[in-house]
């Protein structure tokens, strides 16, 4: 009776030690990754050629300068019509539905909140500010789109 009891004491034991481990190996494979802030920008810097991004027909010059003033370039290539759904078809950018559109929050993998640092990006055509949302922006032949972080 003594040998079974030990017998099941140690099983449960070997169990509980066993559980632990597992556990504390699943918290290494999770995939939750923090996303990086103004501070952390992870773009994709191009120095000599622009980065090509996606397939279809239309294709446009696509930059992207964060808070430090460090440019990426892409040339993207799409079937969307808007800069806002080959940009978002792509993963580039990232937002929330507003009142007027897409507010956008991320770009290339960076977020900006302007409530936390009074940073936002700023979309512009042709080096211009834009006049409409991004997702409203049709896509023009010859035209240059671009995501600049601007700090209020």
């Known amino acids: 009776m003594y040998r079974t009891r030990m017998k099941h004491a140690l099983s449960c034991i070997l169990c509980v030690v066993l559980l632990a481990a597992a556990a504390l ?3 290494g494979c999770s995939n939750s990754q923090a996303q990086p802030s103004a501070s952390q920008t992870q773009l994709y810097i191009s120095a000599d050629a622009p980065h090509s991004l996606g397939e279809g027909q239309t294709t446009f010059p696509f930059t992207v300068t964060d808070l430090a003033g ?3 370039t892409f040339e993207i290539s799409t079937n969307e019509t808007t800069v806002g759904a080959a940009l978002a078809a792509l993963g580039l950018i990232q937002g929330e539905e507003g009142p007027y559109g897409l507010m ?3 770009v290339n993998g ?3 909140d ?3 640092d009074k ?7 042709d080096g211009e500010y834009a006049m409409s949302g991004v997702d409203q922006t049709e896509i023009q032949s010859g035209k240059a789109y671009a995501f600049r972080a601007t700090k209020a």
């Open 25 to 27: 190996n699943m918290t």
């Open 70 to 72: 460090d440019e990426a």
């Open 104 to 106: 956008v929050t991320h």
């Open 110 to 112: 960076v977020k900006l």
């Open 114 to 116: 302007y409530d936390a």
């Open 119 to 125: 940073a936002y990006w700023g979309f512009f055509i």
